[in-house]
Every structure is written in structure tokens, then in C-alpha cells.
């Protein structure tokens, strides 16, 4: 299988996209793979798989490389005395902004490359939390309850202490602080409002279980991970999640009852099908009560979750193997060749 | 002021692009105007101003005129010895599929290019009609019950007749229908499921109030169009709304008490806040036992809605004077270089 891995991008976790690439380009060694980075400034390389080293990037190597343009059906590489189309299937491993955003999805979905991962609604609805929570109240999900505050407003906060509080539209813990009184809330608020113009406050809930479960659609099938109860530290900083992106050993399931699991597996359902198709994604749940309450959607986990599948390189060859492909509008012009028949010209 | 009319699109829309591209021209003919088409391929060209009339389109005379391809910052037309780079605000009227789905914003954010227009989120929540609902519903705005409907899928409606069945995601009338009693339901589905794989159902309310308010915010401040009381026949069909896109003669206000006029303010306010900065859009309301219900978005009204407003090219250099800047996330390599240290390499 051929398949072309897609990461860098010009966002807060670009450095996790390169890892997620560098884990993801172990686990999928026996496909056909191809890499193309996409830098800070929006322009495209493409990279040796023996290059596919965190330093070709930090120390800025990648800049000798081939550049490539996005043209109709893939990514070009201009030679002297001709050019060559890269075509395959795009796995995109841009996490973060650009890449969760929909940014990449637009720009394949125009260029009419196939692609493993979110369309742009579904984007839509993971990255900015504030929509993920219009979401589930349609689809009928259960979340916390959360108040937003948007930058230069002034509003007091209904939530009772400890809080958390969140940049609305960052992944990887970025900007996230416990906040346990009053004393620490400006300071929280600050660090928040420096990547993002609207934040989210939730109860923080000391000691919440929590439970992630990955999975996709293929085939009109859903195909589930093991459900993973995560390690945590309060919770994970931007450091530790770092580290998870660069996860590749099979963890162990969680010890829950099949009832609990049957219930996150319902879900995950609701939250996925008709808006995530062409996607792996994980969902994190809380369970209090015995209650599962969406926390958060990952529609492109770090280093795609393979951790948490038995047979990672065979999820990929089923989703490729069912991906969305976009109706195509026909364009016609039969209004103006009526219009300009009725004006007889 | 330099401004380039973005138009045509890979849509069921496309006539009506070009059809609000021409009637644009002519309003905003004191500006310096460049045209940029782009063809059902996804091809785009640069119009000449003089060649800005439907046949040039319908009979594919667009095909001789220069290529053009995005790059950063703006749209490239390769000479034989050089380049010249269309670097001015763009204007996007590219309605329907890619324009109003996100994709066209999408592009023009990953290469930098400054737009009016609505940005991807935006898209989003006003090119499904669904995800309008959920917008509605999180905004506390009243909108008209609703069912959704996916192909394939066999459900019974719980909405009493008479119905107005939509596809999810098209606008301009394209593929809806009125239908009174159950004879006519099945007709009904399979013209709109040809358009889309999910379908709104909503009770047709017979002599329904219809007020349409346009309007954007620039410089923190929401300028208003005069509130419009379209004229009707049951519903605007295509070809009816097709010739609306050709409108260019102010209307005369609807008469309505200055009471509605608030509340139908109030409505727009909500919608727009947040989410919409950057474009000028046309909010649809009904208006039923004094209380506004929002019917849809139209975020590239058809030419724009020029005609609810008296000094129409003042409305484009206000937009254009207060454009939404994304910030630029910092890509930084802080985490490879301290772990590439701890691993002493």
C-alpha cells in the first residue's frame, strides 16, 4: 500500500506532529511510504525516509530539500526538465492548528487528494471546544457544564472552585490550568488568553475517572481500540502528552466491566458517525456515577493512537479502503444560455 | 482600493457566482478591480474586466485567458520570463460548495491571503442547515422545529404537514419543496436526497412573515442594512433567487415597527458575534406571534446584498478596513533540541 504521511504545519504542536510522524513511519514501515513536511511558513517538502529524523527539522536540514506545490490530484516536485506527481493517499498527521483546524482538509479536499483523517465540519466541531459542546448536546452527549469567556470581556464566573480552564481552541494541554481559588484565576485567564481569544471554564473534578477509546468507520463497520484508562498527574501537561505522542507499545486495557465499555462504545458512536467518516479519532470520556461525559475529541490523536489498536497497519488499509469520496457538483449553464437566448443574443 | 472578485467555484451555485460577480462589478466599479474565475476544475483564471459578461464563462471563452495558481500571499500568473503576483483583498462570492463550506477560506488562510468573506468556521455552521440549528440552539435564538434525515435510512417524520423539505447543505432553493400531505413525500425526499445524504424536514407555515437583515461589524462596531420584506411566491425557487442575484436597485424598507426592527437587530447581533467577523451576511427571519425565528444564514449573500444598503462600496472599505488577522502560532523546537540533549546526541 502506498500512503503518504503529512505533518509539520504552522502551529503550537508542530513539534508533535514530527514526532507523531517519526512514531507513525515505525509502526507502518511496510507500506509504500511517502513524506512531505509542511513548515512554519506553509511550504512543502519532501523528505528521505532516511531523513525522517527530529534534527533534519529543529536544525532547519529540510530547507535543502525538494519543494513540492499542491496541484490537482497531489503534490508536485518541479525537476529541471520536468515534474513529478506525488499522488497516494494523504495520512495527515498535522495536529493543532492547520491540520485540526480544516485548514488541510480544505486544501486536499480541493486539490482532490485522498486523505485519511477529519473533514472540515468535523474539524469544525473537535477543535474549538465551545462547538464540541454544541455537539454533544444535539447528538445528546453528556459534558460537563462550562461557561466561555472571550478576551477584554468582563464576566463573572458561575462555576464553583476548583476550576479548569482552557484555551477554546488548543489541543495537547496547551494554556490548561487547575485553578483552585480565586487567587490563581487571572494568572490562569493570562495564560489562556495567549493562544486563543475565547477560553472555557469547567469543574475541575479532583481524581475523575477517565477513559479513552480510539476507533473509525470502514465499511459501514465501526472498528473500536481497547479502551485505555490513562496514566495522570492531575493532568497532562504539554510535556507528558508530548511524550505520549511518541507512544508505540501496546498498553493494557483498562479493568472496567463490558457494561461500561458497551456504554463508551455508544458514545463514541453518536459522536462519530455521520460527521467523522475518514477519520481514526479518540474520544476522552469521563465516567462519574457510572455516567460517561465527553471530555474532549481528538480527530487526529497523537501519533494516531496505534497504541491503542492490536493491528494499527491494518486499521489504516481498511479506512483507506473506505474513505469519503466528495460528490462532485456539476456546474452547467443553463440559466445563462436561457437568459441570454430570452434577450436574443 | 484593490480588490479582487473571487467568483464561479465547483458548485451547483456556479452560474449564480458569476451572476453576482457581474452584478458587483458594476457597484463597485470606482474601485480597482481585478477578476479571478475559477472553473469547475478548480482552474483559476484572470478575467479580464472587459470579458466580465456571462458567455465569456458559458461558452468557455474563460479557457484562453491566463492561468493562475496560489501561492503565499496572493494569486501567481506565470509569464514567460517572470511572474506577477495578485496580491489585493479578496472578495469572495463563490456560493455553495467551496465557497460557502469552508473550503475557499480554508485555502485562502493557509496562503495568506486578506479576505472578505466568512472564515471556515463560519462556513461551517451556516452552510449545513443543521449545524445552523445547533448554533441557534447555543445562541438561545428561536428557530422552527426540525427533523434530519439520511439517506438510506427509513424513519417516520413526527412533524405535521404541511412540510418544507431541504437538502442539509445547498442553498439558493436548489432541490426543496413544499409538501402537503404524505402523497407527495417521497418525490419530495428523493429530489433533495439527490443533492445531499441528509435532509431537513420543517413544517411549512402557509403566509409565514419573511424579513431579511444584513449586515457586518468592522471596527467593533455592527452596521445594519434596511430590513427587507421579500417578496414571495410560497418560496423563492431557483430561478426566482437566480435573478435576485442580479439585483442592484436599493429596495424600499419593509414596513415594520421599530420594535421588530430591535428584535431582528438583536437576533443578527447574537449570530454574528464571534463567529462571523470579516463577512457581510444576510440573516433570514420569520417572524410568527411577534417573536423572530432565524430561517438561515447566508454567509455570500447573492451579490452580496447590495441593495439593503445605501452606500454599498462604503460597506466594502469599512469590511476591509477591519479584516480579522490570524494570529501566526510560533513554531519553536524547544522539545526536540531539550530531549536530543537529554539524549545527548
Not at 495527515?92 to 486539490?111: N, P, V
Not at 490548561?176 to 490562569?188: H, K, M, N
Not at 483498562?254 to 459522536?271: D, R
Request: charged share 25%; aromatic share 14%; proline share 3%.
Amino acid at each position: 500500500m502506498k500512503l503518504t504521511l503529512l505533518f509539520g504545519g504552522a502551529s503550537y504542536e508542530h513539534e508533535i506532529s514530527i514526532v507523531s510522524a517519526i512514531t507513525i513511519k515505525e509502526k507502518l514501515e511496510k507500506f509504500d511510504l511517502t513524506f512531505i513536511f509542511c513548515d512554519s511558513e506553509h511550504t512543502f517538502y519532501l523528505i528521505d525516509a532516511q531523513d525522517m529524523k527530529a534534527t533534519t527539522f529543529s536544525r532547519g536540514e529540510y530547507k535543502k530539500m525538494p519543494k513540492l506545490t499542491l496541484s490537482q490530484g497531489g503534490f508536485v516536485q518541479k525537476t529541471f526538465f520536468s515534474s513529478i506527481k506525488h499522488s497516494g493517499t494523504v495520512l495527515s498527521l498535522i495536529h493543532g492548528g492547520d491540520g485540526e483546524d480544516g485548514t488541510i482538509a480544505a486544501l486536499l479536499d480541493f486539490f482532490h487528494i485522498n486523505y485519511i483523517g477529519p473533514r472540515v465540519d468535523a474539524c469544525v466541531f473537535s477543535y474549538d471546544k465551545t462547538y464540541t459542546k454544541y455537539l454533544c448536546y444535539a447528538k445528546n452527549i453528556k459534558t460537563l457544564e462550562y461557561e466561555v469567556l472571550y478576551l477584554d470581556e468582563h464576566k463573572d464566573i458561575k462555576i464553583e472552585y476548583p476550576l479548569i480552564i482552557k484555551p477554546a481552541r488548543l489541543g495537547s494541554s496547551i494554556g490548561v490550568s487547575i485553578v483552585r481559588d480565586e487567587s490563581g484565576l487571572d494568572y490562569a485567564l493570562d495564560t489562556a488568553f495567549e493562544f486563543d481569544r475565547s477560553v472555557l471554564v469547567e469543574p475541575f473534578i479532583e481524581g475523575v475517572k477517565e477513559y479513552n477509546l480510539a476507533g473509525f468507520i470502514a465499511n459501514g463497520e465501526l472498528h473500536y481500540s481497547i479502551v485505555e484508562e490513562p496514566q495522570k498527574n492531575e493532568f497532562l501537561d504539554f510535556e507528558k502528552k508530548y511524550m505520549d505522542f511518541a507512544r508505540s507499545e501496546q498498553v493494557l486495557k483498562a479493568e472496567i466491566s463490558e457494561q461500561l465499555i458497551a456504554k463508551l462504545k455508544t458514545n463514541f458512536e453518536k459522536i462519530y458517525t455521520g460527521l467523522f467518516e475518514g477519520a481514526l479519532i479518540r474520544c476522552d470520556f469521563f465516567v462519574i456515577d457510572d455516567e460517561v461525559y465527553l471530555n474532549e475529541i481528538n480527530p487526529i490523536p497523537g501519533s494516531m493512537a496505534n497504541y491503542l489498536f492490536e493491528d494499527f497497519p491494518a486499521c489504516i488499509e481498511l479506512l483507506d479502503s473506505s474513505l469519503p469520496r466528495n460528490k462532485r457538483a456539476k456546474v452547467s449553464y443553463e440559466y445563462i444560455h436561457s437568459i441570454s437566448r430570452a434577450k436574443g443574443k
